[in-house]
């Protein structure tokens, strides 16, 4: 999910080569079509970080163990295309959120704030807060929709949703136009942290690789190189609020649209150290850095080929 621009060195911003609005679709389509490769992987981690919610350790079934194990298990229980479970609704995401952290980014170059120190760090953690906000409807529904799956093979809450709009129609219907939210507290701080630590780190991480000399200094191949790195710090930072937010958007709710199980991001990462164990908020990390990667290389490498059309 980046959020940097094409930067000519580390540290510097090509804020005039394309306009804010250009950005916004620019960003929001490479995203999209990087959603559909890496969607798979975004199943099986949702998978992973319900499994043993609010049990004991050692009292819950296990359907899913390991990383290819557990694509395996969920094409056994849902064929092949349950590996593309949530994909409508992971691009309805990716296009709302990104489009709104790709526009806000960009006017934050223009206006020079990503100039002053720590203002990459900053505006990105703002865009980012910014666009989880608007997208976070979209994340619910992706997440119930991953979640759902036959009785022997199923973890969390089953809210039995047929579609995306059925869903949303569900959700506003029982729970009100408030509903729709549910679960923003535990996406904006993952997001905001993410994009913040992909900011920071890129930018030096891709100079560190040309200075390196390992590459062409233009070939794109410099960019994948330096998006894996940053990924690694990413995915460090996000997973533990990562497996907050999917918990708190697949919780059930009582009948006035309070969680069940979880009060909030605070009392949802408590009870996951007391009953689980801390390494526990790091659930699904092997599939959360191999989906992250691709996505953050993929959607790089569309967003300057679609800006070199642009331009």
Not at 45 to 70: C, D, H, I, M, N
Not at 154 to 174: C, D, N, P, Y
Request: proline residues 5%; aromatic residues 8%; positive net charge.
């Amino acid at each position: 999910m980046p959020l940097t621009r094409a930067e000519p060195a580390a540290g510097t911003e090509d804020t005039g080569a394309v306009a804010p609005a250009v950005d916004l679709v620019l960003g929001a389509s490479a995203c999209c079509l990087a959603c559909i490769f890496t969607n798979p992987l975004e199943v099986v981690k949702t998978r992973l970080q319900l499994q043993g919610e609010l049990q004991a350790p050692g009292t819950y079934p296990q359907p899913y163990r390991g990383f290819v194990a557990s694509i395996a298990a969920v094409a056994r229980a849902d064929g092949l295309s349950g590996l593309q479970k949530g994909l409508a609704a992971s691009l309805l995401y990716q296009g709302l959120m990104n489009s709104v952290r790709f526009y806000c980014y960009s006017l934050a170059c223009q206006a020079g704030l990503t100039q002053q120190p720590g203002g990459t760090v900053v505006a990105g953690a703002v865009a980012g807060a910014l666009g989880a906000f608007v997208g976070s409807p979209a994340y619910l529904v992706k997440t119930q929709l991953q979640a759902q799956t036959v009785a022997e093979m199923a973890v969390g809450h089953q809210h039995h949703h047929q579609s995306v709009l059925g869903a949303m129609e569900t959700i506003w219907r029982q729970q009100g136009l408030a509903g729709l939210w549910r679960g923003v507290g535990g996406a904006v701080p993952r997001v905001m942290v993410g994009s913040a630590a992909q900011l920071a780190t890129f930018a030096s991480a891709k100079a560190w690789v040309q200075e390196r000399q390992w590459l062409p200094e233009d070939s794109w191949l410099v960019a994948l190189a330096g998006g894996m790195i940053s990924s690694v710090a990413v995915v460090a930072v996000m997973t533990p609020f990562d497996v907050v937010s999917t918990r708190l958007y697949n919780q059930p709710v009582d009948g006035a649209g309070r969680g069940r199980l979880y009060r909030g991001l605070a009392d949802c990462l408590v009870k996951i150290w007391r009953q689980e164990g801390p390494l526990a908020l790091y659930k699904g990390l092997g599939p959360a850095y191999l989906r992250l990667g691709p996505h953050t290389i993929l959607s790089m490498l569309f967003w300057d080929e679609l800006r070199k059309l642009a331009r």
